[in-house]
């Protein structure tokens, strides 16, 4: 039989959001003891024994943390449900199938990751910082506005920015929360579906998320942020992205127009970036492959071109 997790954690609340996407509060059965234990934007790893197929053993996922980590007790994950999976021992299908409160399983009290304020421009960077999810991608950014609120429930977040797209309306996970600090903390957030005509009552943004930042409506969302024509810039802005390739793709490289420089060295080398520039659109991706094809002239060369223009302007 393959080897089975060793079970060191509850799961004290689950919140089922849709059918596809569900809030897991994991409480682990001792804390660290170093508080707090992780910064926002980490992630640390949730993992189950396949109870249907022992012989299939156990699987672990690492997953994007969305509590603040100045909150007591269970530590919240937003997670999909994933529709194809690429393994034969999902960790989404287990969690679908077994997981109710009180349901045991394991969790890694040890966060891990540099996808953070901290470990990016530094916390003292006084640039907005626009925050692109995708989905579920919305948690590590959760996780920071909520630190800040935390750390003070007045905080001003003007400098948040946040952008989400989803499918459905329903699928934008915590925006009723978020359209609280909009209102009462002063941040800048918007959500966009991408199937409106199958949510007719729909109102808001409408299109992938990454359809932010092309032509006009990056100037449209220059004007929204509060900044001046052609502001919408690695001096007034750092960008971070979490979501699926196709929208890390489609956000990085629109703004190399812009100059902004992606934090992967391998495309910076690519686009002859040159060393003393400074990273200024982050990503949190678990495939080490770059998000652009940099092995294919024919698309790094107009991209190297746009980018070395776009730096001479700066």
Known sequence: MAKLLEYNATLAERIDITDALTIFRVKPDTMPAERPWFVPGQYCVL???NAEKPELGSTRR???????????????????????????????????????????MYMRPVAAGVFTIKDTVGIDDSRLRVMVAAGTGSAPFVSMVRSELRRDPNADLSKYVLLHGASYPADLGYRDELAQMVERNK??????????????????????????????????????????????????VVVYICGLTGTITGTVIPLIDRAFVPDFKRIREALGVPPDAKDSVFYE???????????????TEPLKARMQAALAKL
């Open 62 to 104: 690492s997953m994007s943390i969305a509590s603040a980590p100045e909150d007591d007790g269970a530590v919240e994950f937003y997670i999909r449900w994933v529709a194809k999976p690429e393994s034969e021992n999902p960790l989404t299908h287990m969690l679908w199938k077994s997981a109710k409160p009180g349901e045991r």
């Open 285 to 299: 991706q678990y495939d080490t492959e770059p998000v652009i094809n940099i092995k294919d002239p024919a698309v």
């Open 47 to 49: 993992g189950m024994n």
């Open 187 to 236: 941040l800048k957030y918007w959500g966009t579906v991408s199937r409106p005509k199958e949510a007719p009552d729909w109102k808001g943004d409408v299109g992938r998320v990454e359809a932010y930042f092309e032509g006009a409506r990056l100037d449209e969302l220059e004007k929204r942020c509060g900044l001046p024509a052609g502001g919408f810039t690695p001096k007034n």
